[in-house]
C-alpha cells in the first residue's frame, strides 16, 4: 500500500469514526414512518452523541448575542439568538453524517437540501415563539414544495419541571397547508398593487394569538419531553409553539435549528417578497414588520422565478 493511499485510508476512518461520535444510528420502523407523514412531526430519542450536544452547545454558546442588540423582532421572546451556526465545522459533521442523512431521507422519501441554522435561548419567564408555523423561513420556495426543520434542545426539557421545550398540533388535525397558499395569493394581490386589508383582518381573528384557533391548539397540542441527544424532525407545515422557562436550577435553556428543502424545490420570488414585507404573516393576516436579518432566500438571484433551488451556485449541500 502506497503512502498517499495509507494516509487517503486514514482519513477515511478519522471521518468515519467522527461521525460515529456524533450521530447514532436509528432504526425507524414502518409505523414510525407512517406516523411522522400522518402527523408531521417525529420525535427521535437518542439520535445525537453527548459529544455532540456539547460541542454544539460549546459553537452556539460562542455565537448566541442579545436578541436586542442583534435588533431582531424576537427581541422580547429570546434571550439570545444567533442565524449564524450552519457554516460552523460540527454542524457539517452532523447532517452530512452518513447516520444523520439515512434517517431524515429514510422519512421524507427523497434527498434534501440544507439550508440555514439558527440558535435560540430562552430565559425565566420568556415567551418564546406564539403558535405559527415556519412561514419566514422557508418563505421563498413554492407552497406545495416540502421542507423540514430538525429541532435540537441543548438542555434537557421536562415538562413537569421547568418546561422550555415546545408544543405542535398534529398535521392529522389540523396543517397549515392552506396558509402557505393563502400567502401565495395574497403577495400576488399585493404584488399587483392590491390592498389585501380586508381579508386580512379576518383571517387575523382566526390565527392571530390570542384568537378563535388558539383554544383549539392548546386543548389539541402535544408535548413531549426530551433527553440530550433526543431531536424533533417536523414539517414546515406544523403548527408549534415555545414553552416558556420556568424559574428553576436551569438559568437558560438553548436549542438549534437546522433547516431543509425538498431537493426539487423551486424558486417562488413573489411569495418570498410578501411574507417578507410581512415578516412571514401574510397567511394569518397579521404583519410583524420586515425582518433586519439576511434572509437565505435573497441569494438566490443567479436563478429565475419556477427554477430548481439546486441550479442556484448558492444553493446548500444535498443530504
Not at 448566541?64 to 457554516?87: C, E, H, M, P, Q
Amino acid at each position: 500500500m502506497s503512502l498517499q493511499t495509507r494516509k487517503e485510508t486514514t482519513m477515511l476512518a478519522l471521518i468515519q469514526d467522527t461521525d460515529h461520535c456524533l450521530v447514532n444510528g436509528v432504526p425507524l420502523s414502518a409505523d414510525e414512518i407512517a406516523a411522522f407523514h400522518r402527523h408531521g412531526f417525529i420525535k427521535i430519542k437518542g439520535f445525537l452523541t453527548a459529544h455532540a450536544i456539547e460541542a454544539l452547545k460549546r459553537e452556539a454558546g460562542a455565537r448566541v448575542i442579545s436578541a436586542r442588540d442583534a435588533k431582531s423582532a424576537y427581541g422580547d421572546s429570546f434571550n439570545r439568538l444567533t442565524y449564524d451556526l450552519g457554516r460552523t465545522e460540527v454542524l457539517k459533521r452532523i447532517y452530512s453524517s452518513t447516520a444523520f442523512r439515512t434517517a431524515l431521507v429514510t422519512l421524507t422519501g427523497h434527498p434534501l437540501i440544507m439550508t440555514e441554522s439558527q440558535s435560540f435561548e430562552l430565559t425565566a419567564h420568556q415567551q418564546g415563539f406564539a403558535w405559527h408555523y415556519d412561514s419566514l423561513s422557508f418563505r421563498y420556495i413554492r407552497p406545495q414544495d416540502a421542507a423540514f426543520s430538525v429541532w435540537i434542545p441543548l438542555d434537557p426539557i421536562h415538562n413537569a419541571g421547568q418546561r422550555g421545550g415546545m408544543a405542535y398540533v398534529p398535521e392529522s388535525l389540523y396543517s397549515a397547508k392552506a396558509n402557505f397558499q393563502l400567502a401565495s395569493l395574497l403577495s400576488r394581490k399585493m404584488a399587483a398593487g392590491l390592498s389585501v386589508e380586508d381579508f386580512s383582518a379576518h383571517l387575523r381573528g382566526i390565527f392571530n394569538t390570542p384568537s378563535l384557533l388558539t383554544e383549539i391548539f392548546e386543548e389539541h397540542k402535544t408535548q413531549d419531553d426530551f433527553a440530550l441527544g433526543d431531536v424533533l424532525f417536523f414539517s414546515k407545515s406544523l403548527w408549534h409553539r415555545s414553552e416558556p422557562l420556568l424559574p428553576g436550577p436551569l438559568q437558560a435553556r438553548l436549542a438549534v435549528t437546522i433547516r431543509f428543502l425538498d431537493w426539487r424545490s423551486r424558486l417562488d420570488k413573489t411569495l418570498f417578497e410578501g411574507e417578507s414585507e410581512s415578516g412571514g404573516g401574510v397567511g394569518m393576516g397579521v404583519n410583524w414588520g420586515k425582518p433586519t436579518q439576511t434572509a437565505y432566500g435573497s441569494q438566490f438571484t443567479d436563478i429565475d422565478d419556477g427554477e430548481e433551488i439546486r441550479t442556484s451556485r448558492h444553493c446548500g449541500p444535498i443530504i
